[in-house]
């Protein structure tokens, strides 16, 4: 159990420290590289990561568990995911991509069919308001098209997430799909800078993209599947709801963003919200 824990843990703090590094690489007026090198570079060194895991697992590097499908939405979650941290927080930009990633899920649900309780209703309206709360123009609004752009992304790792579900490898599929996005992440390379200009990077700004790619993604998804199957689908989704806290408090201590009532009062709906309608789903699973 304890084992259990600390990969869970452990692979938390990656996915927080995902929000962390890009935003320390990206805060509008640092410049330490331009999104679309640092989503290239993530991409990269992800890719190599996962493929040298598999190999020392023992696994053939011709095994092909992924998609395009699939590799196309992690390339849009990636893309969208460094576009929007230019402009945003960390904080915000992790509790609008996870709220947008669980809406996306639970919507699909609905759009198959799925028959929700009064509780998941209640709990997709909570969450609901909270976004909308966050986005409602004012003096501590995150950036329109920087929150625009995290929604987009999180909708796509919505989607990709959805596409890999029950695959019997997800290891393996994970470094097939990452290997699948460089060429897509190289094209965005070249054509960025006809619309962001030209591109620019710093050792500093290389440094964190490969961290963020190689262990905050890399070695960060192979500790969380390797705690999945020792936990509750339920458990999964729950301890989740750290990841904004976290990468909100780690704004504040490491990059000196600030602690908005709007951000508090949000999150907190959004979160409870999600909860709410996770529990609900759970419960009617388990009759």
Known sequence: MWKTGALTVLA???????????????????WRIDAASFTSIRLTSGAIVLWLLL???????????GSWGSGLAL??????????????????????????????MLSVGLFRGERPRALEWLGLAL?????IVLRLP????????G?????GAGVAWGIYSLRGRGNADPLAATADNFLRSVPMTLALSLLAPLALGAPRATVE???LAVASGALASGVGYSLWYAALPHLTAMRAAVVQLAVPVVAAVGGVLLLGETLTARLVGAGSALLCGVFLA??????????
Do not use: H, W
């Open 12 to 30: 938390l703090i990656g996915f927080a420290a995902n929000s962390l590094l890009c935003r320390a690489a990206l805060e509008n007026g640092a």
């Open 55 to 65: 190999r020392m697992r023992g696994s053939r590097s011709a095994e092909r568990r």
């Open 75 to 104: 390339f849009a979650y990636a893309a969208g995911f460094s576009l929007a941290y230019v402009r945003i927080p960390a904080g915000v930009g992790a509790l609008i991509l996870f709220g947008c990633v669980q809406a996306t």
């Open 127 to 131: 969450a609901l308001g909270g976004l």
């Open 138 to 145: 004012g003096a501590t609004a995150p950036d329109p098209l």
């Open 147 to 151: 929150a625009t752009l995290m929604a």
């Open 205 to 207: 700004g290389v440094g």
């Open 278 to 287: 996770l529990l609900a789903r759970q419960s009617k699973r388990t009759r």
